[in-house]
């Protein structure tokens, strides 16, 4: 069964500084990952999808990195910014087989960007 | 067009009672998932909707939990004599399709409180 962990649980930064949130999966065996935010009383918002075939991929000031054979994955945020304070949540699609098509999520990192 | 939309945005009920969710996936997305997030706990998946195949049921916690789809829009989930554990945000999702390859996008979620 796959599990998702992600570390830390929660951050706290002062505006400005870069930071990198992790994400590790314990089945290689996936299709792609995805990153999400969440904000209280919203719903998820995709930030990156990196394919499995792929080791990075980059939006503004976001860039995760995947390297499936390890079971890891990271979100690095440059010159973080009070309106990055939300839940970042990892989530793995296994590449085959019965429920491939459900997403496994992590319990997400709550970032707080103080400014 | 729009996004997914749930409703309603918040429902507090007492226990034993019986509630419906209800989602509007995107237009032209004819998979949807329904997903459970408890307080400290990471997205759970439910149920599966792809087109007019059977639903997968696989990740429903409990007969009183049950959902229906009218073709490729609406669903409803609905929860029967519903306890203290359902409470929740409930999380609808929809894709273009039900293969892998296909990004998930996500309701802003129901806000379940049983007492």
């Known amino acids: 069964k796959q599990e998702v962990t992600q570390i830390p649980a929660a951050l706290s930064v002062p505006e400005g500084e870069n930071l990198v949130l992790n994400c590790s999966f314990t089945?290689?065996?996936?299709?792609?990952l995805q990153w999400f935010r969440q904000d209280p009383g919203k719903g998820l918002t995709s930030l990156l999808l990196i394919q499995s075939s792929q080791r990075e991929q980059t939006s503004g000031r976001l860039n995760a990195s995947l390297d499936k054979s390890s079971g890891r994955s990271t979100l690095y945020i440059a010159a973080s910014q009070p309106g990055d304070s939300a839940t970042y949540l990892c989530a793995v699609r296994r590449s085959q087989g019965a429920g491939s098509y459900q997403l496994t999520f992590g319990k997400g990192t709550k970032l707080s960007v103080i400014p | 067009g729009a996004g997914v939309s749930q409703s309603p945005s918040n429902k507090v009920t007492e226990k034993g009672k019986d509630v419906e969710l209800r989602c509007d996936p995107i237009s032209g997305h004819t998979a949807l998932y329904w997903y459970r997030q408890r307080l400290g706990q990471g997205l759970e998946f439910l149920i599966y909707?792809?087109?007019?195949?059977?639903?997968?049921k696989s990740g429903l916690p409990s007969d009183r939990f049950s959902a229906e789809r009218t073709g490729e829009s609406v669903s409803t989930l609905t929860i029967q004599r519903t306890q203290q554990e359902d409470s929740a945000v409930y999380l609808c999702?929809?894709?273009?399709?039900?293969?892998?390859?296909?990004?998930?996008?996500f309701g802003p979620g129901t806000r379940l409180t049983v007492l």
């Open positions: 089945d290689s065996a996936i299709y792609n």
């Open positions: 909707f792809q087109g007019n195949s059977a639903p997968d």
């Open positions: 999702a929809s894709s273009a399709a039900g293969g892998s390859y296909n990004e998930q996008f």
